[in-house]
């Protein structure tokens, strides 16, 4: 069953096309990975899958709803962790929780149950009264995907949630993920320009380039459709999406994930 369509979906902004008529689907408990260079046009479909941009053309179907005609519904069913820091630092990891269960419309008598849940699940609970500004970046991240679910979202975006991280907090982070999509059936789809986590996390990978998806399956397909089912999949990346070229926003999205993990760091 596929809980994200998308048709023909595109995005331009005047003459440049971030995304150029791309059809997909993520089937419901799937962890999908998209990735690509700088400027392949992936921060740009999450915003528009998240309801944060309008499509130029084309449609895309999240849980039953249209992105344009029934974003609201949209932003109902799914949760989103984006790359930047976006937990209050001054606020302890309860304080966050709580605040967020509102913003997301979790019923008044559900709160505080819900945040504890979130912070056990996230094993958060014994620093729940500390501020967050003196959490690690792990943690952080963490409280971070706690308060997108605070709302039982069927489906989970990420954009990129471990950059800036250190290897152990990486692998707690992944850990959390799974569990996420284990537990509660959660389908997600995320960024990342670390084919480790392509490796570790994802059940089916898109690959773009030039805002067109330019190959799509598991890794073993990929690896096949390479021409060498041996290829790692830095090797599969290299294949389809080809050299380093210079792509629009690279030195935005250099300079914003060198940010992020000054921040997380």
Known sequence: MSLLETHSLTCAFDDLIAVDHVTFNVEKTEVFGLVGPNGAGKSTMIKVLTTLRRPTSGTAIICGHDITQNPAAVRSMIGYVPQM???????????????????????????????????????LADVADKRVRQFSGGMIRRLEIAQSMLHRPAMLFLDEPTVGLDPVARASV????????????????????????????????????????????????????SGNPDATLDEVFIKFAGAEQATPGGFEQAARSRRTARRLG
């Open 85 to 123: 820091v976006s937990a209050d630092g001054d606020l302890t990891a309860r304080e966050n929780l709580m605040l967020y269960s509102k913003l997301v419309d979790v019923p008044s008598g559900e709160r505080k149950s819900r945040t504890l849940e979130a912070l056990e699940f996230m094993n």
């Open 174 to 225: 992944w850990e959390h993920i799974m569990q996420l999509r284990d537990t509660y059936q959660t389908t997600i789809l995320l960024t990342t320009h670390m084919m480790e986590e392509v490796e570790n996390l994802c059940t089916k990978i898109g690959i773009m380039n030039h805002g067109k998806m330019i190959a799509i399956g598991t890794a073993s397909d990929l690896k096949t459709a």
